[in-house]
């Protein structure tokens, strides 16, 4: 991570926090764009020292996130993260676009933002297809519906109810099984195959 530059004015008045928010982003962003990164990512997290939003701290419990990042890792593009407390979202998100969605990625190249994981990595997609990873609509999505399944099944009332989820439950879990047994992680690391298909049930587990 970053060191944060902290400068006191023992002169000037101390600013409001969302001034001093939107200062403190406007940067780091620059500091981002002079260091090569090509996008700037709010993600879900907990921001240092409590703040509304920070561009260090630790990163939140969210597959969407999860998602994004990890597909700027496969393709190994530069990016910065700004840690964003999604229970009180600073103003300047507000700016970027009107539901204070995160995950959100700005182009640098652009001043573009873009909200929605799956908006974001098409956009990726798009503006970078080398290492191909495909797009939204590409493969089928493996593992999904897997976890509002198991908590379906431990929500069950009787023993009729809980039997037909627990065979859902199975159905879900076997399809992640047949995905592992035919080698799917692998195609995914190696790049064959689709990216998504794949991409999906790691960043589910993962984030739990």
């Known amino acids: 991570m970053r060191p944060m530059l902290n400068i006191h004015a023992s002169v000037r008045p101390t600013p409001s926090p969302s001034l001093s928010s939107r200062r403190q982003f406007l940067t780091v962003a620059a500091k981002a764009m002079a260091g090569k990164e090509r996008f700037e990512v709010a993600v879900k997290g907990l921001p240092k020292d409590g703040a509304k939003s920070s561009f260090e701290g630790k990163l939140g419990d969210c597959p969407f996130t999860h998602r994004v990042l990890l597909t700027l890792e496969e393709k190994q593009i530069p990016y910065v993260k700004h840690y964003v407390n999604t229970h ?3 103003e300047w998100l507000s700016e970027a676009h009107p539901e204070k969605k995160v995950p959100a990625v ?3 190249n652009s001043n573009k933002w873009i909200a929605d994981s799956a908006a974001i990595v098409d956009y990726i997609e798009d503006e970078i297809p080398e290492p191909p990873l495909g797009k939204t609509g590409d493969s089928k999505n493996v593992g999904e519906g897997l976890f509002p399944a198991f908590v379906s099944y ?4 009787d023993k009729a ?3 037909e989820k627990r065979s859902y439950l199975r159905t879900k879990l076997q399809e992640i099984d047949t995905f592992l047994q035919a080698g799917g992680v692998q195609m995914w690391e190696t790049g064959s195959g689709n990216g998504f298909g794949q991409c999906a049930p790691l960043r589910a587990l993962y984030s739990r």
Do not use: R, V
């Open 106 to 108: 700005k182009d640098l």
């Open 88 to 90: 009180d979202k600073p």
């Open 161 to 163: 109810e809980e039997k």
């Open 154 to 157: 431990l929500q069950s009332f």
